[in-house]
């Protein structure tokens, strides 16, 4: 939203300045004393891009915003000179403090959310790549394709920088020293290095690009360590010594202990994948409803090797066949919502990514939508793991990788014969379409 824009109208919806007699904000909501409520115009500041809900709570006057409620309300302070401003509420609900779990989401998807502009114009352009190398047979090797590949793949490739970023200006901590940090671990001189040592202390080789875990990780840890730099600094010199420590602490503190502990997570997810295949075709529909948590994390290409080795012993691979019922699944939850909302910026969100999920890939629908709304994520889940049973029944094999989506469903074809491909069509609009009903039925809260 234009936060300038939007505070101005805000206040003349509530009855002007004179009617504001306090403001303050909590984690979701700003909040408003009015000397007269009956002045403000509830259904008309309800339709305001930006505004999910109004509600009137503890004798204030709540607009819920969302997780950028901060950035409204500083440009709202000027409009009200007058009015006296109260501690920022550091509880979403009076009295009612936020679950552990719905804090770990909000940050996640908080931090997530901002880059969703960028992942879904990446996510676009890889769709249109895919479309002229699948139908229209442009040559992938040309310098065209590849500079335009190269511009789409850079979107997740940084994306750790842009959630860094994000999340620090969340959490209230230098975003550019956040950001200056993990661009220097997804530089080629480290991520994916093996080897490396720091202070003679040998690393864990750790592939941070396209990693978000280990700068989620690294910015409540770099904001505690910012409070107390801030407190003790001479005011003079805090400008330098801010960076500066924070550079020199946080780099090798990743490299040794947060980038690792990020591998790890996503490293038992992979084993644990990989554990769960012995179980045969049953092992489709967990692996089939752990494939988005995967790409939630950044941790769905550890198994590639895992696939790579099936095609090459074997000439096919079940393991691979997870992404479609996975990929598909996450579409449909997003097409659902972006048919069911009522607010439009996530009828938008949900058609552009559901849309980009259908032809190329899933990141901007899982990070923009699934996360953000929380239950979609739960149909999509369920949508795969229908899916997988389909897979595992009838052992649908890949013989190729790609991005998994309607484009690439010629990656299923059996060098004999076309059943494998008709499964693989049957079971990409079986997972888009359970995920669709999966998400529709659940419903889910935009407020």
């Not at 409009?79 to 009295?95: F, H, I």
């Not at 511009?151 to 999340?167: E, K």
């Not at 049973?389 to 990788?401: P, S, V, W």
């Not at 690439?408 to 059943?419: G, K, Q, R």
């Amino acid at each position: 939203m234009d936060y300038k824009k939007t505070a101005a109208a805000i206040v003349e919806l509530v009855g002007g300045k004179e009617n504001i007699s306090a403001h303050t904000h909590c984690m979701t909501r700003l909040r408003l004393t009015l000397n007269d409520k009956a002045k403000a115009k509830e259904e008309e500041l309800k339709k305001l891009e930006g505004i999910q809900g109004v509600v009137y709570k503890g004798g204030q006057y709540q607009i819920v915003i969302g997780p950028d409620v901060e950035q409204l309300y500083n440009e709202l302070v000027p409009l009200v000179p007058s009015a006296a401003a109260q501690e920022v509420v550091k509880e979403n609900l009076d009295g009612e403090k936020e679950s552990i779990w719905n804090t770990i989401l909000s940050y996640i998807s908080g931090s997530v959310t901002p880059s969703l502009t960028v992942l879904i114009g990446s996510g676009m352009i890889s769709a249109v790549l895919a479309l002229c190398a699948n139908v229209f047979k442009v040559d992938t090797a040309g310098m065209t394709y590849q500079l335009f590949n190269t511009l789409a793949n850079a979107a997740y490739s940084y994306l750790p920088v842009f959630v860094a970023f994000a999340a620090a200006r969340r959490l209230k901590t230098n975003e550019y020293v956040a950001a200056f940090i993990i661009l220097a671990l997804c530089t080629p001189a480290i991520s994916g290095v093996a080897d490396l040592k720091i202070f003679g202390l040998p690393l864990t080789t750790v592939k941070y690009t396209s990693n978000i875990v280990p700068a989620l990780l690294m910015v409540p840890v770099m904001a505690f360590i910012d409070r107390y730099i801030v407190k003790y600094s001479p005011k003079a010199i805090v400008s330098i010594t801010r960076p500066t420590i924070l550079a020199i602490i946080m780099f090798p503190l990743t490299l040794l202990v947060l980038g690792p502990i990020g591998t790890w997570i996503g490293q038992a997810l992979a084993n644990f994948c990989v554990a769960i295949t012995s179980l045969g075709g049953i092992s489709m529909v967990i692996l089939s409803a752990l494939h988005p948590l995967l790409v939630m994390v950044g941790m769905h290409t550890v198994i590639t090797p895992l696939i790579v080795n099936e095609i090459t012993t074997y000439g096919s691979s079940l393991l691979f066949s997870k992404a479609l019922a996975g990929n598909l699944a996450i579409a449909g939850a997003a097409l659902a919502v972006g048919l069911k909302a009522k607010k439009t910026e996530n009828k938008t969100a949900g058609i552009s990514t559901g849309i980009t999920a259908l032809l190329s890939v899933t990141e901007p629908a899982l990070y923009g939508v699934l996360i953000r709304l929380k239950k979609p994520l739960i149909g999509a889940l369920i949508g795969a793991a229908i899916t997988g049973l389909f897979i595992g029944i009838f052992d649908i094999r890949a013989y190729a990788t790609a991005s998994c989506s309607f484009l690439t469903l010629p990656i299923f074809m059996a060098p004999d014969s076309m059943t494998n491909f008709y499964l693989a069509v049957a079971a990409a609009i079986i997972a888009t379409v359970l995920g669709f009903v999966a998400t529709w039925l659940i419903g889910f809260d935009e407020d």
